[in-house]
């Protein structure tokens, strides 16, 4: 069936370093692909996304980037703040559809 | 919640209970689908509806049942025969003009005593 692959599930990185988490997904067919930070108790906040005619997308500190042969997907954030620590779930979906197939999260801490 | 209402926010629930989410929208949208998180795990789709009268399965439907008598209105049921029913109960809303993107709220936890 379709997946969405997350790695790593755990990421610490000292305050400013760069973090980088990536995802490999299985349907060829998937042609949008959003981010999600999740705090405590809260529900998913979108962050970024990136459609599959566009191999990277950038919003001030964190980017997207789209390699549609491998079938992968990276989130990457620089200059790292305590207040980017959160756990981060990429997903995947399809055109016409709202049905999105969700990694399984990277608990990010970020090191003061 | 930005046109999407989920009550309870927090729900207990004794086992061989069902007990109903509520989720209301303001938004004249179509579409309105049900997710469930699991601890240290990604969302997954239970239900999902496009239009009045009509829904879908989806990867987890087992054990829910949902009505969309109304437009503004998707609640979902967890009935009994949910076998771990303790979770994270998201509802989220479209973004404007078919983009493909879901907006979700604080959702509501259910735990099972």
């Known amino acids: 069936g379709e997946n969405v692959e997350q790695h790593p599930s755990t990421l610490s990185v000292q305050e400013g370093d760069s973090a980088v988490i990536k995802c490999t997904y299985s349907d060829s067919a998937s042609n949008y692909f959003p981010w999600y930070k999740q705090e405590l108790g809260k529900g998913p906040q979108l962050i970024i996304d990136?459609?599959?005619?566009?191999g990277e997308k950038k919003d001030q500190r964190i980017a997207v980037t789209l390699n549609k042969t491998a079938k992968h997907f990276s989130l990457h954030i620089t200059e790292t703040q305590p207040e980017d620590s959160a756990v981060y779930f990429c997903?995947?979906?399809?055109?016409?559809?709202?049905?999105?197939?969700f990694g399984t999260g990277t608990r990010l801490k970020v090191l003061a | 919640d930005g046109g999407i209402t989920q009550s309870p926010k927090y729900l207990f629930r004794k086992e061989g209970q069902n007990v109903t989410l509520s989720c209301e929208q303001n938004l004249n949208h179509d579409a309105m689908y049900w997710y469930r998180q699991d601890p240290g795990q990604g969302l997954r789709l239970i239900y999902y509806s496009q239009i009045v009268n009509d829904f879908q399965k989806g990867d987890i439907a087992e054990g829910y049942s949902v009505s969309r008598e109304k437009k503004e209105s998707f609640p979902l049921t967890v009935t009994s025969a949910q076998k771990n029913p303790t979770a994270f109960y998201l509802c989220?809303?479209?973004?404007?003009?078919?983009?493909?993107?879901?907006?979700f709220g604080e959702g509501s936890r259910l735990t099972v005593l």
């Open positions: 989220p809303r479209e973004g404007l003009g078919n983009t493909g993107e879901l907006f």
């Open positions: 997903a995947a979906s399809k055109s016409g559809t709202y049905k999105y197939i």
């Open positions: 990136i459609r599959s005619n566009v």
